[in-house]
Nanobody, 115 residues
């Protein structure tokens, strides 16, 4: 199973980016899909996740600004990020958990928010 993330880049404060992550390979069924991030010198933290039933959870720091969604037919998870702040600068990793309990990580995509 491979996860290919895309959509990162350089954006100004207040700007928007839309991350996507497509899972490929032999995947029977995905339970949860989500995004984590790791800023320089900090631990990896959960940003948002979405269950197979479309229940969403967000870190307090991104509530109201980020929206997570998924396309089950494409095994793809998205993260729409609006009103970006410098503290959102990080490498963003996608993560999936299968119904069988296996979990997989993408390689990460860099988001840089600058003034």
């Amino acid at each position: 199973v491979q996860l290919q993330a895309s959509g990162g880049g350089l954006v100004q404060i207040g700007g928007s980016l839309n991350l996507s992550c497509a899972a490929s390979g032999t995947i029977f069924s995905i339970s949860a899909m989500g995004w984590y991030r790791q800023a320089p010198g900090k631990q990896r933290e959960a940003v948002a996740d979405i269950t197979s039933g479309s229940r969403r959870n967000y870190a307090d720091s991104v509530k109201g600004r980020f929206t997570i969604s998924r396309d089950n037919a494409k095994n793809t998870v998205y993260l729409q990020m609006n009103s970006l702040k410098p503290e959102d600068t990080a490498v963003y990793y996608c993560h999936i958990v299968t119904v069988g309990g296996m979990d997989y990580w993408g390689k990460g995509t860099l988001v840089t928010v600058s003034s």
